[in-house]
């Protein structure tokens, strides 16, 4: 039975085969059966799902993406921008990303899950690694429409293992640690602005300061990213900038 049927077909193919059923009881069973099936129908939908990962390591990975279809190879990652969409099946069976360069003993890859709620219109999924999970990986999942990503707005995330501030013309704002995801809209015409990052515990120590040009025409996602030598207090930010008149 095809999910986009009109209900009321639906109905009048369940009357036909129910003459026998007492008139008091018909409408009650009816109901039930209608709100069965359009129930089911909305159980599996389809989402088109991009993907980013932190680093060129992670997108140099053999890595799949698994829903009730089976699993695809995601043969575009790339660290500086969005692969392409990937059209997946949303319902009862999670959405996994999937080690295909790992194998746990069972000889079935190692896999991790991914979280795309139906209010979503444009998930993204952020990969970050993680070598404390058999798949080497951790996932988090962003909504990526210009509605709930406006153009003109930087999106913050922290890779770090600390609560961090930021500093901009418009004020000072936290990000929580840990993958953590905090927007700032930065409204008005082109123009250049400050940024800073400092330590929550530490405000006198600036852990990144530069001056970046703000174009409305453009959204920015920013991972704040902590050096791999601890001695290292500053912070680097890899920007994967995107452009509203490239994409109209």
Same mark, same amino acid.
């Given at each position: 039975m095809n999910c986009s049927e009109n209900p009321n077909n639906l109905l009048k193919m369940i009357t036909s085969h129910s003459s026998t059923f007492a008139s008091r009881v018909r409408p009650i069973l009816l109901t039930s059966a209608v709100l069965a099936v359009i129930g089911f129908c909305n159980v599996i939908q389809a989402a088109s799902v991009r993907f980013v990962p932190l680093s060129p390591e992670v997108a140099s990975r053999k890595i799949g993406i698994q829903d009730s279809k089976g699993i695809t190879e995601l043969k575009d990652l790339n660290a500086k921008k969005r692969s392409k969409a990937y059209t997946c099946e949303i319902g009862e069976t999670p959405l996994t990303l999937v080690a295909l360069d790992r194998q746990r003993p069972n000889d079935k890859p190692s896999s991790v899950e991914v979280t795309v709620t139906p209010d979503m219109k444009a998930p993204l999924v952020l990969i970050f690694p993680n070598e404390d999970d058999p798949s080497?990986?951790?996932a988090i999942v962003v909504e990526d429409s210009s509605t709930g990503f406006p153009w003109g707005t930087l999106r913050f995330v922290n890779t770090t293992d600390k609560p961090l501030m930021i500093r901009n013309e418009k004020g000072t704002a936290p990000i929580a640690e840990s993958m953590a995801?905090?927007? =700032?809209? =930065?409204?008005g015409d082109a123009r250049n602005m400050g940024i800073q990052l400092f330590s929550e515990s530490e405000p006198d120590e600036i852990l990144y300061s530069a001056?970046?040009?703000h174009d409305p025409n453009l959204r920015k996602l920013i991972f704040i990213v902590a050096a791999e030598d601890t001695a290292i207090k500053?912070?680097?930010?890899?920007? =994967?900038p995107q452009d509203k008149r490239s994409s109209e």
């Open positions: 080497g990986m951790r995801v905090a927007d =700032i809209a =930065i409204e001056v970046w040009e500053e912070l680097t930010l890899e920007i =994967i």
